[in-house]
């Protein structure tokens, strides 16, 4: 069954303290990872897909990895407005319409 | 644009009483359309997916239904709310190809009371 799972649950950082993400999971044939931001209340924006092993991908003070077993969301710098749930999820090449979701690592970064 | 409208944000219904909840996109057409389910502290819960109008699959045995009556709208239905049912509810889409990222609404807070 396929599984993701993300850690840690929570994460607090001072501002300018950088850290990474990790999300690892069980797929039988990976099609995608995606990364989201969750601010409260709010549904997820998408952030980044990454397809292959050894992919990198940049926007702003985000950087998301991907190997065969995990996918890493480095934040480098980070600012309090980047405070906000970080969700992992997965498409498997036999399942083109279910991604399966991580729990989330809670991100808060203060001043 | 991949806009996704959902409403209401929040809804607070009696135990018994039937829902309907609403989800239409724009954009391209004849997108995946996928209503999912977030519990406190959890992943998301893929509900339902629909490929097509009319066309619904169910992913979890449930007391929950959807529809899907126009290429944009999605609509997410019970006839009797249980207290469980209570959770946040997004409706997403994709562009209705392989390898492409979901785009979701807002989300509806529902609490069955």
């Known amino acids: 069954e396929d599984q993701v799972t993300q850690s840690p649950e929570a994460l607090r950082l001072q501002e300018g303290e950088s850290s990474s993400l990790n999300c690892s999971y069980t797929?039988?044939?990976?099609?995608?990872l995606f990364w989201y931001r969750q601010d409260p209340g709010k549904g997820p924006e998408f952030l980044f897909t990454l397809y292959s092993a050894g992919e990198e991908k940049e926007k702003e003070r985000l950087k998301a990895t991907l190997t065969k077993k995990e996918s890493f969301l480095h934040i480098t710098a980070p600012k309090p407005e980047d405070s906000a749930t970080y969700l992992c999820a997965v498409q498997a090449k036999n399942n083109n319409n279910d991604m399966r979701f991580g729990a989330g690592t809670r991100l808060t970064v203060k001043p | 644009s991949q806009t996704i409208h959902q409403w209401p944000a929040t809804l607070v219904q009696p135990v018994g009483s039937p829902l309907s909840l609403e989800c239409t996109v724009e954009?391209?057409?004849?997108?995946?359309l996928y209503w999912y389910r977030q519990a406190a502290g959890r992943g998301l819960q893929l509900l339902f997916y629909s490929v097509g109008i009319g066309q619904i699959s169910s992913e979890v045995p449930q007391n929950l239904s959807a529809s899907r009556p126009q290429d944009r709208q999605f609509i997410l239905s019970s006839k009797k709310l249980l207290l469980s049912d209570s959770g946040f509810y997004l409706c997403?889409?994709?562009?209705?190809?392989?390898?492409?990222?979901?785009?979701f609404g807002q989300g509806t807070r529902l609490t069955v009371v």
């Open positions: 997403a889409r994709d562009r209705g190809r392989y390898n492409t990222e979901a785009f």
């Open positions: 797929v039988s044939g990976l099609r995608g």
């Open positions: 954009g391209t057409s004849n997108p995946n």
